[in-house]
């Protein structure tokens, strides 16, 4: 009897429990719906962020992308639609006892549910959008950056000029377009650089940017870099040519030199004009650069007519499609407003961006616009050059413009790196880090990069290295030279990179705030520099071989020293006074030996000394408590790294890739005892980026601890023989770039299936791997590129690379070197590596047979490979062969190590 009434108390305690939980969530039914409507506000806004970012780059969304999109859209429309029916009934008044009742109980769980789905699909933008915030298919093709089609009947005709010489007219072999600076020439290069037609006709397009003091040397090597080809800094001007040429000789090439100042030799860039089958464009300010340089033919830029402005200023201020139809009067305030741009194309475009919302707006903002570029007075800030001083106050308000200080600031930091340089992000924004004018590298590189690059203040070209997508950033110099000014009148900023001085400059004040003299031939710094408010000092790449011990003394609040690319062989021990320092660049310097000084400066959250001579980091290092970016890459001299690098709790990167130091798990003998092993490596459980040489196999249980990575780049040293990896490796879910050069596995079963967010792998010289089959990483669904080079004994990749349902974003697949490689597979499923973009094959002349279906990959667009292996392939069906030819694109072998 016990029994059955202890179990009725139970049912009745249940169903109590239930319904004062229904009651719970009635009563929160008002709170729930206002969060649904706030969520589904919230997903309208994301969806909307991406379509305005990918329709302003004309670019499509990843297929991943386009999936979420999809499903959020039938989500949100069943949530609103719960929504509008508890808006229909949230007046009427409850009484537990009415079918209306029932109806705000099943609308009560509606609401829940719809919460639910709305979470789950913001956890799965969260988990399968890619982590560096690019959500867009990449181009098809390496093209120049640019904007929508070229405005203006004149630019029209000479880009149909300029299309006609070059593809049709073989009298022409030098084509020259001068102008001031900010008329269209890089514009109108950039239409001739991505036309379809320019692409397929010639076998190789190459567009370098000519630098101010046009060293032929330093372009040689912009254009190996541009197609590949290793750069030799031995190579002298000559051999540099001889192998340029070598490349070009009997190839189609159009070479595009941008902004050239001085005339520029050809043929020290390899170039023969008398082969019909090159042609050069040359861009300069100057009319007689390109008459020295022999042009066939000449463009002469000029300013936009009135009407041709306006069109190219409604482009920019103007959202497409919109009805631009508007109260006369602010018509008549834009036109005026455009007009004060002189007819200058880059100053419109820029200074449109500026401007509020055409059916948003009011006259009155209009006028106070007009108003505040009109009482911008170029006298003011000393412009000398006419072309800026004509253009200087609409440039002016478009900078001041920018939503907050922070954010000009970043775009001023610009100005401190010489013309016409490239800007590596990460470096740029590392510096905007330590300077508290951005919070995380995510919010400097997707917000403020994209808001100058959305502004037309800055150009941003993406480069893919090694899994990675590396931004480059150019500012225009007719910006540049505005902001240099600004940055020196309102921020006392004195930025003179690249201007060829010899001395260090008077011009840095007491008062200045950041000096940039970069790229000079500054040789000694003055004994004393009194300068108490200087926060940044860069004096990169200049011939200075000793820091006096005044120089530094009174710099108390300094947070950045940049002395990297100089022959300086020590620090004073003034430095110790730097105690707000804390950016430490010296990368490239003479220095073999740090004193305790420096590592007591403990603020330091960046210290490089990349390709230094260092010998030792010793104890003090664990001083650097807020160390977070440690680099010692190539430091051949490294003998002794303390094992009290353990102790530095909060560092994020720790580059030590082919260091003389190589890091062991065990040691034999008593001094070796006192170096840093694998094991004090492992407990910096923060670690992001690590590059390490090896002199050890990597024990079990070693690594684990390692889950916050996202990038591991491991040396095995010769001697070394790790048959099998670790399998506690598993435990880095958030890796995302592995590369494992020397490692002689044989294969760890199911060891890549784990990680789960790896994008990028490379395996170099693993001399005992037979198949990659079996490794687990078809079933990784983030992974884009693979590249196998040098495995010897790796004679077939697995059947699960033509499988349907394995790779499914994997785009590059980069074959080099594989002497025993005989297949690739025999057949390709349909549906099978869906996204496949590239596939090359370099030195691997077994494969005789493509397989079966490769033709019918949709996402197929290049096979590389070396021309003798192309032609020796066997085609057994002359269909695939006529589908597949068009896609081949050569890499040209120069010697054993040198392709492109």
């Known amino acids: 009897m016990d029994s059955i009434t202890g179990r009725v108390k139970e049912i009745i305690s249940s169903r109590l429990q239930a319904i004062v939980k229904e009651i719970k969530h009635l009563t929160s039914v008002p709170n729930d719906a206002e969060r649904l409507r706030a969520e589904i506000d919230h997903v309208k806004g994301i969806v909307d962020h991406i379509n305005r970012g990918l329709n302003w780059k004309g670019r499509q969304p990843l297929a991943v992308v386009r999936h979420w999109v999809t499903t959020q859209e039938q989500i949100v429309k069943s949530a609103e639609k719960v929504f509008l029916q508890y808006e229909e009934n949230k007046h009427r008044r409850l009484c537990c006892c009415c079918p209306h009742c029932l109806l705000v109980i099943r609308s009560s769980r509606k609401i829940r549910n719809a919460l639910a789905e709305i979470d789950d699909v913001l956890k799965m933008k969260d988990s399968e959008f890619p982590k560096n915030g690019d959500l867009e298919e990449p181009p098809e093709t390496p093209v120049q950056p640019m904007g929508k089609e070229l405005v203006g009947a004149f630019v029209r005709e000479k880009l149909s000029e300029l299309e006609t010489w070059v593809l049709e007219d073989d009298s022409v072999r030098v084509v020259g377009v001068y102008g001031m600076p900010g008329l269209g020439k890089t514009s109108l290069l950039k239409q001739i650089n991505n036309n379809e037609k320019v692409l397929n006709f010639f076998k190789l397009v190459i567009w370098v940017t000519v630098s101010r003091e046009s060293d032929i040397s330093a372009l040689?090597?912009?254009?190996?870099?541009?197609?590949?080809?290793?750069?030799?800094?031995?190579?002298?001007?000559?051999?540099?040519?001889?192998?340029?040429?070598?490349?070009?000789?009997?190839?189609?090439?159009?070479?595009?030199?941008?902004?050239?100042?001085?005339?520029?030799?050809?043929?020290?860039?390899?170039?023969?004009?008398?082969?019909?089958?090159?042609?050069?464009?040359?861009?300069?300010?100057?009319?007689?650069?390109?008459?020295?340089?022999?042009?066939?033919?000449?463009?002469?830029?000029?300013?936009?007519?009135?009407?041709?402005?306006?069109?190219?200023?409604?482009?920019?201020?103007?959202?497409?499609?919109?009805?631009?139809?508007?109260?006369?009067?602010?018509?008549?305030?834009?036109?005026?407003i455009a007009k004060e741009c002189k007819g200058h194309p880059l100053t419109i475009k820029t200074l449109a961006r500026t401007m509020p919302q055409l059916h948003s707006s009011t006259r009155s903002e209009w006028e106070y616009i007009l108003k505040e570029i009109k009482a911008i007075d170029p006298q003011f800030y000393r412009i000398d050059e006419e072309i800026l001083r004509e253009v200087f106050a609409p440039l002016k308000h478009s900078y001041d413009a920018l939503e907050t200080d922070e954010l000009r600031l970043c775009f001023l930091y610009l100005a401190a790196y010489r013309e016409d340089e490239e800007v590596d992000a990460d470096?740029?924004?590392?510096?905007?880090?330590?300077?508290?004018?951005?919070?995380?590298?995510?919010?400097?590189?997707?917000?403020?990069?994209?808001?100058?690059?959305?502004?037309?203040?800055?150009?941003?070209?993406?480069?893919?290295?090694?899994?990675?997508?590396?931004?480059?950033?150019?500012?225009?110099?007719?910006?540049?030279?505005?902001?240099?000014?600004?940055?020196?009148?309102?921020?006392?900023?004195?930025?003179?990179?690249?201007?060829?001085?010899?001395?260090?400059?008077?011009?840095?004040?007491?008062?200045?705030?950041?000096?940039?003299?970069?790229?000079?031939?500054?040789?000694?710094?003055?004994?004393?520099?009194?300068?108490?408010?200087?926060?940044?000092?860069?004096?990169?790449?200049?011939?200075?071989?000793?820091?006096?011990?005044?120089?530094?003394?009174?710099?108390?609040?300094?947070?950045?020293?940049?002395?990297?690319?100089?022959?300086?062989?020590?620090?004073?021990?003034?430095?110790?006074?730097?105690?707000?320092?804390?950016?430490?660049?010296?990368?490239?310097?003479?220095?073999?030996?740090?004193?305790?000084?420096?590592?007591?400066?403990?603020?330091?959250?960046?210290?490089?000394?990349?390709?230094?001579?260092?010998?030792?980091?010793?104890?003090?290092?664990?001083?650097?408590?807020?160390?977070?970016?440690?680099?010692?890459?190539?430091?051949?001299?490294?003998?002794?790294?303390?094992?009290?690098?353990?102790?530095?709790?909060?560092?994020?990167?720790?580059?030590m890739w082919k260091t003389l130091f190589a890091f062991s798990w065990e040691f034999e003998t008593a001094e070796e005892l006192k170096k840093a092993s694998l094991q004090d490596v492992c407990k910096l459980y923060h670690l992001k980026r690590l590059r390490l040489t090896l002199k050890s196999p990597i024990k079990e249980r070693t690594v684990g601890n390692l889950v916050e990575l996202q990038e591991l780049w491991l040396l095995w040293m010769?001697?070394?023989?790790?048959?099998?990896?670790?399998?506690?490796?598993?435990?880095?879910?958030?890796?995302?770039?592995?590369?494992?050069?020397?490692?002689?596995?044989?294969?760890?079963?199911?060891?890549?299936?784990?990680?789960?967010?790896?994008?990028?792998?490379?395996?170099?010289?693993?001399?005992?791997?037979?198949?990659?089959?079996?490794?687990?990483?078809?079933?990784?669904?983030?992974?884009?590129?693979?590249?196998?080079?040098?495995?010897?004994?790796?004679?077939?990749?697995?059947?699960?690379?033509?499988?349907?349902?394995?790779?499914?974003?994997?785009?590059?697949?980069?074959?080099?070197?594989?002497?025993?490689l005989d297949s690739l597979s025999s057949s390709v499923e349909e549906g099978a590596l869906p996204m496949l973009h590239t596939l090359a094959i370099f030195h691997c002349m077994k494969v005789k047979v493509l397989p079966w279906g490769l033709d019918n990959l949709k996402s197929l667009e290049q096979i590389r490979g070396d021309k003798k292996w192309w032609n020796e392939i066997s085609w057994e069906d002359e269909e695939m062969k006529n589908h597949l030819h068009p896609k081949y694109v050569e890499i040209v072998e120069i010697h054993d190590n040198c392709h492109v």
């Open 220 to 336: 040689q090597r912009r254009i190996f870099e541009t197609i590949e080809l290793p750069w030799q800094s031995n190579l002298s001007i000559d051999e540099a040519a001889g192998v340029l040429h070598s490349v070009f000789k009997d190839r189609r090439l159009l070479l595009i030199l941008d902004d050239a100042r001085t005339s520029i030799d050809v043929s020290n860039l390899g170039i023969s004009l008398s082969e019909d089958t090159i042609k050069v464009v040359v861009t300069s300010r100057d009319k007689e650069v390109c008459r020295s340089m022999r042009a066939d033919k000449m463009i002469a830029m000029k300013h936009m007519s009135e009407e041709e402005g306006w069109e190219l200023f409604c482009r920019g201020a103007f959202v497409a499609g919109e009805d631009q139809s508007t109260d006369r009067e602010i018509e008549s305030l834009a036109r005026t």
């Open 427 to 655: 470096q740029l924004i590392q510096l905007w880090l330590v300077e508290g004018l951005v919070r995380t590298r995510f919010e400097g590189r997707y917000v403020f990069l994209k808001i100058l690059a959305d502004r037309c203040l800055i150009d941003i070209e993406v480069k893919e290295e090694n899994g990675l997508d590396i931004w480059k950033l150019k500012i225009h110099d007719l910006l540049r030279g505005m902001a240099i000014r600004v940055a020196e009148i309102d921020h006392n900023s004195s930025f003179r990179a690249g201007q060829s001085l010899t001395w260090f400059p008077s011009f840095a004040r007491a008062i200045s705030v950041r000096i940039s003299v970069m790229h000079n031939r500054i040789t000694c710094l003055p004994e004393n520099f009194d300068c108490t408010k200087l926060v940044t000092l860069l004096l990169s790449w200049n011939t200075i071989e000793e820091v006096p011990e005044g120089f530094l003394e009174y710099l108390y609040m300094l947070t950045v020293l940049d002395l990297s690319n100089t022959p300086i062989k020590f620090l004073p021990k003034s430095i110790q006074y730097l105690n707000e320092l804390l950016y430490l660049q010296l990368s490239n310097t003479q220095i073999r030996v740090l004193h305790d000084q420096t590592f007591k400066l403990s603020r330091v959250q960046f210290l490089d000394l990349s390709f230094s001579p260092i010998i030792s980091i010793p104890s003090m290092i664990k001083k650097m408590k807020r160390l977070q970016i440690l680099k010692l890459a190539h430091c051949y001299d490294l003998e002794f790294v303390s094992p009290d690098i353990s102790q530095l709790s909060v560092l994020e990167e720790l580059d």
């Open 718 to 820: 010769p001697q070394v023989r790790q048959t099998h990896l670790p399998t506690d490796m598993r435990t880095m879910h958030n890796l995302e770039r592995l590369h494992l050069f020397d490692c002689h596995i044989e294969g760890t079963p199911d060891l890549f299936s784990e990680l789960k967010n790896l994008n990028y792998l490379k395996l170099k010289s693993s001399q005992l791997l037979i198949t990659l089959s079996g490794l687990g990483l078809g079933r990784l669904s983030h992974l884009k590129e693979i590249e196998i080079v040098e495995c010897l004994l790796l004679t077939e990749l697995g059947e699960e690379f033509a499988r349907k349902g394995c790779f499914p974003r994997l785009r590059k697949l980069k074959l080099w070197m594989l002497s025993s």
